[in-house]
């Protein structure tokens, strides 16, 4: 029985290295990929088959460029690079595969992990992705923090991107709670993108979370890659909260993705007047479930709402910054919705250029605004 046994794990464990070089090759998704395990049962009996055969599956084009590409890749070196850069993989086929995830429309074959965040664990699938803006206003910084502080505390797993903004404030808190937070990157898992978030990355992966995608190693970023990391976000969770972000924002990409797995869409309604507002407002006219307060979420999948530091709704609890004069108090107001450059704030107040400028430069002085070449924010 135990050489039985013991020739099933080697069988599989072989298996398993073609699901990795398959992963490998850019031209096939995890549809593809399905379609090869229909046909030829395995990926290992895939990876040896004949040209003809591979052309039944894959067509002429693209079991050229296959043959090519399997006679030049060695997978014994890939192996080892995953061993010498400390990333481990899961196949979709594998029981620590994450189950939420499994259950999704297009789930990886393969996925690349960094970290130490156990995907069978009891909890491990009490995850909820947390997406927005990147170019986050004052009060979009304020209700993540409040949210996933909140969440954090109630056991969840933050899932977000690792892009600035939402995501990274999202990570970061959770982080700060004594929380756990998975990242979900649209390159390889050995690469930090964007590098200014390299010190979250390296916290995520040292303190018990974990950096996942499914291109290979040395990957880098595309602009393809990213919708459908989104996708991922989205399987890997319960539900999914949008905080902030335009009509247009990649952040209703994920929301989109999570209606279609049928998991719960949240969004937080901010003020009209903001274009940061557009994109959670779009999504409750889609049926996303506004909510003003984790605890909102909390009841939606039934959970008992433990001791967290943050008793009042978010929406009440936002500090308004209060300017010395009414032309300050009048920029003030203004930067409290959205991030705006110096011809829209001339045209917003009415006052002319010389004004704006010199109220602008006081208010930098006095620490209460902050400028990113022409763009002013809070």
Known sequence: MRNVWGNFMNDFMNERNYYLGFSCFPGIGPVKFNQIIKRFNSAKEAWFASKKDLEEALGERLSTKFEVFRNSFDLKVYANKLIEKQVRFLTIRDSEYPKLLKQSKKAPFVL????KFDFSAKDSDKMIGVVGARKITVYG??????????LALNGFVIVSGLALGVD?????????????TIAVLGN????????ANKNLYDQIVQSGGAVIAEVPIGETPGRGLFPARN????????GVLVTEGTEDSGSLITAECALADKRSVFAVPGPITSQMSKGPYKLIQKGAKLVTSAEDILREFKIIRGSTSAEVEPLKSLKV????????????????NEQ???????????????????TLSILEIKGFIKSDGSIYSL
């Open 188 to 195: 390889g898992v050995d690469l930090c993108y964007p590098s």
């Open 231 to 238: 996708r991922i976000i989205a399987g890997l969770s319960l």
């Open 321 to 336: 910054k209060r300017g010395d004069t009414k032309d300050e108090q009048k920029i003030i107001d203004l930067l409290q």
């Open 168 to 180: 990274a404030i999202a990570a970061q808190t959770a982080l700060e709670n004594g929380g756990k």
């Open 141 to 150: 910084r304020e209700v993540t923090k409040i949210f996933c502080e909140e």
């Open 340 to 358: 705006l450059n110096f011809d829209q704030l001339v045209r917003k107040t009415g006052f002319d250029t010389s004004k704006i400028a010199s």
């Open 112 to 115: 690349y992990i960094k970290g």
